[in-house]
């Protein structure tokens, strides 16, 4: 156990709404990291917040965002679905800042598909 | 950019043999390098890391990784293969040029034969 969690653990929905992913990071980790793994594009870093404030942006979609509250809690908001991003959403968290020796840890997961 | 390419998509060893996964990276900074193990409908467990330590690196489980900068590689090793290290393994860079979002491979699955 990572000690990051994540929710719902599975997600069913249709083509066009929009959903909410949550991650609670480890204890005392100020940065969360939100990551989509799919079949044909593998594991990729979508975005990255730090105590708050965005710090870094991957390939996430204009009908994504994401949001980190006071309590250092992650929301990964995706609208508009498509049938293409039914994917696993992972979320990771780490210390944060520029330490070379940060190491991200990883949540279970959430598995979306859009049927 | 950084980028890291997985030589083999599969392995296949028997148990108790050798396993090697090979991994060359690409990156404009002095990187970070990681392995990290995915078990079928499991997260992400981190291996082991490169920081710029020492070269060789002792990870959980028996694996431990080499970084060779003069050959760009960060090859994966176990000396003897169990039946539970069946998993996808990637390989992954995260730069030091601020870039804190990590770079995986494309994965590199390890089949292990009784």
């Known amino acids: 156990d990572s000690g990051v969690t994540q929710t719902p653990k599975h997600l069913i929905t249709a083509t066009g709404q929009r959903v909410t992913l949550r991650c609670s990071p480890r204890?005392?980790?100020?940065?969360v990291y939100w990551y989509q793994q799919s079949l044909d594009q593998g594991l990729q870093f979508l975005i990255q917040?730090?105590?708050?404030?965005?710090?870094a942006k991957g390939n996430i979609l204009e009908r994504f965002s994401a949001q980190q509250f006071p309590d250092l809690h992650s929301e990964l908001n995706l609208s508009s679905l498509e049938l293409g991003d039914s994917a696993l959403y992972f979320c990771?968290?780490?210390?944060?800042?520029?330490?070379?020796?940060?190491?991200?840890?990883f949540g279970p997961g959430t598995r979306l598909t859009v049927l | 950019a950084q980028s890291v390419t997985q030589l083999d998509s599969h392995v296949s060893v028997s148990e108790g043999t050798p396993v090697l996964l090979r991994c060359n990276y690409s990156s404009s900074y002095s990187p970070s390098l990681f392995w990290y193990v995915q078990h079928p409908n499991k997260g992400l467990q981190l291996l082991l890391k490169y920081t710029s330590a020492a070269t060789l690196v002792k990870g959980i489980n028996g694996f431990e990784a080499e970084f060779k900068k003069s050959e760009t590689s960060f090859h994966l090793t176990k000396p003897s293969a169990h039946m539970s290290d069946a998993a996808e393994y990637f390989c992954v860079v995260r730069s030091g040029g601020g870039a804190d979002g990590l770079t995986f491979g494309k994965g590199t699955h390890l089949i292990i034969q009784p």
């Open positions: 990771a968290s780490s210390v944060g800042g520029r330490r070379e020796i940060d190491t991200q840890y």
């Open positions: 917040y730090y105590n708050g404030e965005e710090r």
């Open positions: 204890s005392g980790d100020l940065s």
